[in-house]
T-cell receptor
Framework: DTGVSQNPRHKITKRGQNVTFRCDPI?????LYWYRQTLGQGPEFLTY????????KSRLLSDRFSAERPKGSFSTLEIQRTEQGDSAMYLC?????????????FGPGTRLTVL | AQTVTQSQPEMSVQEAETVTLSCTYD???????LFWYKQPPSRQMILVIR??????QNATENRFSVNFQKAAKSFSLKISDSQLGDAAMYFC??????????FGKGTKLTVNP
């Protein structure tokens, strides 16, 4: 069990460009979550998946954001036409999703800087 | 909507001493979970301790313990025998019927040698 992994760890892009991040959850974890964390703030929920189904999306997730989990394993988060306000740490977490105290385990995050 | 408030942006403690971090929350749900996560500088967030709201007994994990006051909607974290490695941002979080975590803004803990 290698934990939740995220790639890339850092991404610098110019305003208007598209970016895609990848998250690999802990194996056998059915749920996968995306959060965004800006400087000095706690993480804010973006969306989550139960297997391949996207079950909830935050209003923070504008039309420029799209997330997928095509085979219920890894997930991608794409941001189209990036804006400077998108600069943040994007965190992925996974959990078993089988009831009880469903603790979420976090990855190291992808730090996005939009110039 | 759930909210989580951490009223202490920064705290400091001497090595080997005890420190308590405060957290209050607001929820209309009766069944929920509360968590404390630790985020060291430039490192990933890790779980410190969790508490099920239906349990009256306060959770403990080695040097970490909580004081859960359900009626007051308070969930403080006590760190005993503080170590240099405890220095980090600490986030309180609530999880209700929706699976998402709602976080506070965090408390930066400094441990002085």
């Amino acid at each position: 069990d290698t934990g939740v992994s995220q790639n890339p760890r850092h991404k610098i892009t110019k305003r208007g460009q598209n970016v895609t991040f990848r998250c690999d959850p802990i194996s056998e974890h059915n749920r996968l979550y995306w959060y965004r964390q800006t400087l000095g703030q706690g993480p804010e929920f973006l969306t989550y998946f139960q297997n391949e189904a996207q079950l909830e999306k935050s209003r923070l997730l504008s039309d420029r954001f799209s997330a997928e989990r095509p085979k219920g394993s890894f997930s991608t988060l794409e941001i189209q036409r990036t804006e400077q306000g998108d600069s943040a740490m994007y965190l992925c977490a996974s959990s078993l999703g089988r009831g009880g105290t469903d603790t979420q385990y976090f990855g190291p995050g992808t730090r996005l800087t939009v110039l | 909507a759930q909210t989580v408030t951490q009223s202490q942006p920064e705290m400091s403690v001497q090595e080997a001493e005890t420190v308590t971090l405060s957290c209050t929350y607001d929820t209309s749900e009766s069944d929920y979970y509360l968590f404390w996560y630790k985020q060291p500088p430039s490192r990933q967030m890790i779980l410190v301790i969790r508490q099920e709201a239906y349990k009256q007994q306060n959770a403990t994990e080695n040097r970490f313990s909580v004081n859960f006051q359900k009626a007051a909607k308070s969930f403080s974290l006590k760190i005993s025998d503080s170590q240099l490695g405890d220095a980090a941002m600490y986030f309180c979080a609530h999880q209700g019927g929706s699976e998402k975590l709602v976080f506070g803004k965090g408390t930066k803990l400094t441990v002085n040698p």
